[in-house]
């Protein structure tokens, strides 16, 4: 089983629809999770993190589901520059420093 | 703040032939350095962890012997990739994590990466 899950998609998103999706992690211990942007054959950018509590971010809200061991990402009034790949990321406790991403999960937003 | 580069942007060698790939970090110090690779349509996976001073610490499976780290300062590591094979072909990004207190050592920044294609 892999560290870091995620749909592939892609998830075809009519501009302006909300999209959202989800991310599972294996290691219970897990205590940093952020989501990663990355466009085509370029390189990761921070998007947001990801806190327990849950945190808004414009048009982006993230979630974490502890229990479960999930996180999410929404995307509301979607724009076409939001046409990208989105990698979940997990730091494990016993893993400093480590990033653990997921394959990532394709959006494309259409006109 | 807290640009990297990597140089070079994209490189296509003979299969047999060295390549070295350079990471800086151009606006801040970078006590470790990480480097991933990402085979298409597949997550970036981490490959070593690269401390300044200090020999890297490798995953498990990726060959040190062929995958030369070396992080000579602060703001430098560099990757070299000996005896290059079309199996080496990918997508090499380096990311460097700052100075605790200086950016957040929760956020590694990542280079704009390297395309290898070996013949």
């Known amino acids: 089983r892999k560290e870091v899950e995620q749909d592939p998609g892609p998830f075809n998103v009519p501009e302006g629809a909300t999209v959202a999706f989800n991310c599972t992690y294996s290691?219970?211990?897990?205590?940093?999770f952020f989501w990663y942007r990355q466009d085509c054959r370029k390189e990761p950018k921070l998007l947001m993190s990801?806190?327990?509590s849950g945190n808004e971010d414009g048009r982006f809200t993230a979630q974490l589901n502890r229990a479960s061991q999930y996180i999410s990402l929404l995307i509301r009034d979607s724009k076409l520059s939001d046409s990208a790949t989105y990698l979940c990321v997990v730091i494990p406790t016993d893993s400093w420093g480590k990033l653990q991403f997921g394959a990532g999960t394709q959006v494309v937003v259409t006109p | 703040g807290a640009v990297v580069s990597q140089h070079p942007s994209r490189v296509i060698c003979k299969s047999g032939t060295s390549v070295k790939i350079e990471c800086r970090s151009l606006?801040?110090?970078?006590?470790?350095m990480f480097w991933y690779r990402q085979f298409p349509k597949q997550s970036l996976m981490l490959m070593a962890t690269s401390n300044e001073g200090s020999k890297a610490t490798y995953e498990q499976g990726v060959e040190k012997d062929k995958f030369l780290i070396n992080h000579a300062s602060l703001t430098l590591s560099t990757l070299t990739v000996t005896s290059a094979h079309p199996e080496d072909s990918s997508f090499y990004i380096c990311?460097?994590?700052?100075?605790?207190?200086?950016?957040?050592?929760?956020?590694?920044?990542f280079g704009p990466g390297t395309r290898l294609t070996v013949l």
């Open positions: 606006d801040f110090q970078a006590t470790t």
């Open positions: 990311s460097a994590e700052g100075l605790a207190g200086v950016l957040s050592t929760d956020t590694q920044y």
């Open positions: 290691n219970s211990a897990s205590q940093s």
């Open positions: 990801v806190y327990s």
